[in-house]
């Protein structure tokens, strides 16, 4: 028992002196553990007189008590110094500038796709989408496109095999049983979803993929294309020409480029037309913009009453316009990008060169295009 008050000295160093949660532990279980020191003089009280015991049992729990809270505060110590050391190591200087984005861009197709939503939201039209599969009434039928029409050819589009099982609303009298699961050969198809869904007015655009069997050059089998739609009951050519001359102008940045209309033929608008930009093609060189040229870039019409009564829109009451355009055209133009077909190649090479900055969405109040 003599050497109590020296089994003190020396516990608390110890625990004084532990530089980790790890030593503690040692230090608990040689004091405290089954086979440690305090619990050792413990179990000897037994032997002992009931007087002496009594004073000795105190003696030790005291001094019991006194180690384990000795252990806890050091431990609560450590536990502080290792939080501290590990704020300092992972601490984040928010003032940092941000690292360069160098790893990733926007593809060509998609930045002009966001160019022309840009564009077109600001003149108040909505995004819609559709179904790249789409069956033959919504990518024909409905769109006053007839059965003998060279673009439902087998050679022009790609059908699926088989039929969807039975009829649309709105399926015109006399057409077959069942529809024919056809890749959406222009993005014409959402003018009729859009329709059917929601009632007039509307002003959308759709954007999206679109499929043709063709490739060369300046084909290929899948492209893009943006469609738009106006339906109200007052809309009339003037808001179509105003519209559309106000987008070419805007997306290639050339305020006065001259822009035409050339009489054409759609069999879903009536009147239809082919717009037409400026540009110049001198050896080799061409320029988009006041020339002896004109190249074609989008089709449009005033939309087919036959469609809106399709659609159960009152061709009496309501009226609007519609249009198409060829997205990679546009961009190649715009960024003079030679051949179609490296859009869709995947060249990482290639989408360093022609891609864009990732944070840097277009917009007409910050610019286009960077
Ligand atoms: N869908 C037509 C095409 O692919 C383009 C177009 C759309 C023309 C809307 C007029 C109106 O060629």
């Not at 409905?142 to 009829?167: S, V």
């Not at 960024?335 to 022609?354: A, E, K, Q, V």
Request: hydrophobic fraction near 40%.
């Amino acid at each position: 028992m003599d050497d109590r008050p020296a089994l003190r000295d020396e516990l608390l160093t110890a625990v004084q002196a532990a530089s980790s949660v790890d030593d503690l532990e040692r230090i608990r279980i040689s004091a405290l553990g089954k086979k440690g020191r305090i619990t050792a003089l413990m179990k000897n009280l037994g032997q002992m007189d009931p007087e002496v015991r009594r004073e000795a049992g105190a003696a030790l729990n005291v001094l019991k008590d006194e180690v384990a809270a000795a252990l806890d505060a050091r431990k609560a110590a450590l536990a502080d110094a290792e939080l501290d050391a590990r704020l300092a190591a992972e601490r984040v200087d928010v003032t940092l500038p941000p690292r360069p984005e160098t790893e990733g861009s926007i593809h060509p197709i998609s930045q002009t796709i966001d160019e022309i939503v840009a564009i077109f939201g600001e003149m108040g039209f909505a995004v819609a989408e559709g179904p790249d599969i789409e069956d033959d009434w919504y990518n024909f039928t409905a769109l006053n496109i007839p059965p003998e029409h060279p673009a439902r050819q087998e050679m022009d589009t790609f059908y699926l095999p088989g039929h969807l099982p039975g009829h649309l609303p709105g399926h015109l009298p006399g057409e077959r049983d069942g529809r024919r699961m056809v890749l959406r050969t222009h993005t014409s198809p959402v003018q009729i979803r859009t329709m059917l869904k929601t009632p007039p007015p509307l002003r959308v655009i759709a954007p999206g993929r679109t499929y043709r069997c063709d490739s060369d050059a300046t084909h290929s089998p899948m492209f893009h294309q943006v469609e738009g739609l106006v339906v109200d009951e007052s809309t009339h050519m003037g808001h179509l020409k105003g519209c559309l001359i106000e987008f070419c102008r805007t997306f290639f940045a050339v305020d006065d480029l001259p822009v035409r209309f050339r009489a054409s033929y759609f069999p879903f608008t009536e009147p239809s037309a082919e717009v037409d930009i400026g540009c110049t093609r001198k050896d080799g060189a061409f320029r988009i913009g006041h020339g002896d040229d004109w190249l074609e870039i989008l089709g449009c019409g005033m939309v087919n009453p036959k469609v809106l009564d399709n659609c159960g829109i009152d061709s009496g009451r309501y009226q609007g316009f519609a249009f198409g355009m060829g997205i990679e055209r546009i961009a190649m133009l715009k960024y003079g990008i030679p051949d179609l077909r490296t859009f869709f190649d995947s060249d990482l090479r290639w989408l360093r060169h022609y891609g864009f900055r990732a944070l840097a969405v277009p917009s007409l109040v910050t610019g286009l295009a960077p």
